[in-house]
């Protein structure tokens, strides 16, 4: 089993930057297809962005695509989420997620705690 904690969350004004970080531990990091999703209050949790054990193939939700990016340090066992050009819209609880599978879509088996990030107007 793998354990998430994710840091880097804030408040930032709308067109500035945040990069979201998630630290595993527990399991070899390397092992796990590694996931980012946010919940805004009222609406259902969503993928944000998603990216293999090796770090080579990507996937981003439409609403983020070309303003986020995703990455992953195996040697540091640690996934970001560099966040651009951030909308109100952005705002939401953002969670790390991890799975044994290797498809980057679909269900996600392990989750960190979250981290707020909000986007003022």
């Known amino acids: 089993q793998v354990q998430l904690v994710e840091t880097g969350g804030g408040l930032v004004q709308a067109g500035g930057s945040l990069r979201l970080s998630c630290a595993a531990s527990?399991?070899?990091?390397?092992?796990?297809?590694m996931g980012w999703f946010r919940q805004a209050p009222g609406e259902e949790r969503e993928f944000v962005a998603g990216?293999?054990?090796?770090?080579?193939?990507?996937d981003y939700a439409s609403s983020v695509k070309g303003r986020f990016t995703i990455s992953r340090d195996n040697a540091k066992n640690t996934v970001y989420l560099q966040m651009n050009s951030l909308k109100p819209e952005d705002t939401a609880v953002y969670y790390c997620?991890?799975?044994?599978?290797?498809?980057?879509?679909?269900?996600?088996?392990?989750w960190g705690q979250g981290t707020q990030v909000t986007v003022s107007s």
């Open positions: 997620a991890a799975k044994l599978r290797s498809v980057v879509l679909g269900p996600y088996d392990y």
């Open positions: 990216l293999t054990r090796s770090g080579e193939s990507t």
């Open positions: 527990g399991r070899t990091f390397s092992w796990y297809t």
